[in-house]
């Protein structure tokens, strides 16, 4: 363990099965690359430890590396791939499946997308974003075309406006949109907002 995100504090949720369970969004801090490692649970036993716990190792509180402050938790391999997918300039869908997309990851709140035949999927992940969130980044296709719109991701008042997601603003070890939102918003809304993005 060379770094403070190699032990973290999970809360447990109590599944079917007898596996312990990892979600993928924390495995780069572990460095879990499911060859084989082995990792060591522990379950604190006193108040004090438990509290210690709870304030000072908890997911949440770790989300961005002090090396060199940028998101050391986010979307990786399918969750990468899909928001990209989601964001591309030609992603266009129905309105009820677009329903039922934000249904599944469980974003009750629809009152955000525009009630029309057709809906993009920038519109789709503008609803997960915060009202009043302002932002402007560069992607991965900014190094190779940085004339293209679409390699510029712009955010105004919580609308993806322009640009394609990818890990350059989602991704572990780079995240600007991540880091953005944890700034302004916290801990709290960062894990949401990842769990979100992630299914």
């Known amino acids: 363990s060379l770094h403070r995100m190699s032990m973290m504090c999970h809360k447990v949720r109590v599944l079917d099965g007898l596996t312990l369970r990892l979600n993928p969004a924390v495995c780069t801090p572990y460095n879990a690359d499911f060859d084989g490692d082995e990792m060591n649970l522990h379950v604190p036993q006193t108040e004090e430890a438990r509290a210690e716990a709870e304030i000072l190792m908890q997911v949440q509180t770790q989300l961005i590396s002090p090396r060199y402050g940028l998101s050391i938790i986010g979307c990786n391999q399918?969750?990468?791939?899909?928001?990209?997918?989601?964001?591309k300039k030609n992603?266009?869908?129905?309105?009820?499946?677009?329903v039922d997309i934000l249904m599944a990851i469980g974003e009750t709140d629809y009152s955000l997308l525009p009630k029309k035949k057709e809906v993009t999927g920038k519109e789709i992940f503008s609803v997960l974003l915060p009202r009043d969130l302002n932002f402007k980044a560069p992607n991965k296709q900014y190094k190779s075309n940085p004339d293209d719109p679409e390699s510029t991701v712009v955010i105004k008042d919580g609308h993806l406006i322009q640009g394609v997601l990818d890990k350059d603003n989602l991704g572990d070890g780079s995240g600007l949109l991540l880091r953005q939102i944890h700034k302004i918003y916290g801990p709290e809304d960062t894990v949401v907002f990842l769990g979100k993005i992630y299914r």
């Open 78 to 87: 399918d969750a990468i791939s899909g928001n990209y997918m989601l964001t």
């Open 91 to 98: 992603f266009k869908t129905s309105y009820e499946k677009a």
